[in-house]
T-cell receptor
Framework: GNSVTQMEGPVTLSEEAFLTINCTYT??????LFWYVQYPGEGLQLLLK?????DKGSNKGFEATYRKETTSFHLEKGSVQVSDSAVYFC????????????FGTGTSLTVIP | EPEVTQTPSHQVTQMGQEVILRCVPI?????FYWYRQILGQKVEFLVS????????KSEIFDDQFSVERPDGSNFTLKIRSTKLEDSAMYFC??????????FGNGTRLTVT
C-alpha cells in the first residue's frame, strides 16, 4: 500500500541553521510527492512538489529531491528564519488510487532568534 | 489565485446535535476531500468525492458522517449526532487530476 513516514519532531533550530526533515515513502505505483506547510492557526499550504524521479521541487529557499532509489523526499533549507516556524507535512499522491493523497504525521519546526 | 473557502471558521455545538460544515472548492476542480486534525495531532483523511459519489473513505467516516454536493459549487460535510471526540479542525480540499490538493483554512468544531 501507500504510506509516508516522516521524521518525528519537534525540531528546534537557531536562526540561519541548516534544516533537514526526512521523509520516506512506500507506493505501489509512480507517485507524485509534496511538502505542505501549516503555519499556526492556518490551513495547509503547498510548499513544493515533484512529480517524477530525480525532480527537485523548490520554493522559498526550501528544496526536496525525489529519490526513487531510496524512496525519499527529504526537505532541506540552507538557512532557516524565525518565520519558517510551522508544521511540515510530507505527502504523496498515487494516480493508481483515484487521486488519493497520503500524509505523513507532520514535523513541528521552531526557529529561535 | 482561486482558493477553497470554508464556513464557518468556528462552530460550537452540543453533543448529539447535527452540524453541517460547508466548503466551496475551486471551481474547475473535480476531486473533493475532507480531512480532520485533532488539536496538535496529524492530519487524518476522512473522505474523497468524485463524480458525485464517494470514491474512498476512512474508518473514521462512519454512519454519522455524510457528504453532499448539493449544487455546482458547495461541498458539505454533515455529522449527524456529534460526539465530544469529533472536536477538531476540519479541512476541505479540492484538486484536479494529478494536481496538488488545495486546502481551505478549516472549520474549528468544538463539541461541548
Amino acid at each position: 500500500g501507500n504510506s509516508v513516514t516522516q521524521m518525528e519532531g519537534p525540531v528546534t533550530l537557531s536562526e540561519e541553521a541548516f534544516l533537514t526533515i526526512n521523509c520516506t515513502y512506500t507506493a505501489t505505483g509512480y507517485p507524485s510527492l509534496f511538502w505542505y506547510v501549516q503555519y499556526p492557526g492556518e490551513g495547509l499550504q503547498l510548499l513544493l512538489k515533484a512529480t517524477k524521479a530525480d525532480d527537485k521541487g523548490s520554493n522559498k529557499g526550501f528544496e526536496a529531491t525525489y529519490r526513487k532509489e531510496t524512496t525519499s523526499f527529504h526537505l532541506e533549507k540552507g538557512s532557516v528564519q524565525v518565520s519558517d516556524s510551522a508544521v511540515y507535512f510530507c505527502a504523496l499522491s498515487d494516480p493508481n488510487t483515484g487521486n488519493q493523497f497520503y500524509f505523513g504525521t507532520g514535523t513541528s519546526l521552531t526557529v529561535i532568534p | 489565485e482561486p482558493e477553497v473557502t470554508q464556513t464557518p471558521s468556528h462552530q460550537v455545538t452540543q453533543m448529539g446535535q447535527e452540524v453541517i460544515l460547508r466548503c466551496v472548492p475551486i471551481s474547475n476542480h473535480l476531486y473533493f476531500y475532507w480531512y480532520r486534525q485533532i488539536l496538535g495531532q496529524k492530519v487524518e483523511f476522512l473522505v474523497s468525492f468524485y463524480n458525485n459519489e464517494i470514491s474512498e473513505k476512512s474508518e473514521i467516516f462512519d454512519d454519522q458522517f455524510s457528504v453532499e454536493r448539493p449544487d455546482g459549487s458547495n461541498f458539505t460535510l454533515k455529522i449527524r449526532s456529534t460526539k465530544l471526540e469529533d472536536s477538531a479542525m476540519y479541512f476541505c480540499a479540492s484538486s484536479d487530476w494529478g494536481s496538488p490538493l488545495h486546502f481551505g483554512n478549516g472549520t474549528r468544531l468544538t463539541v461541548t
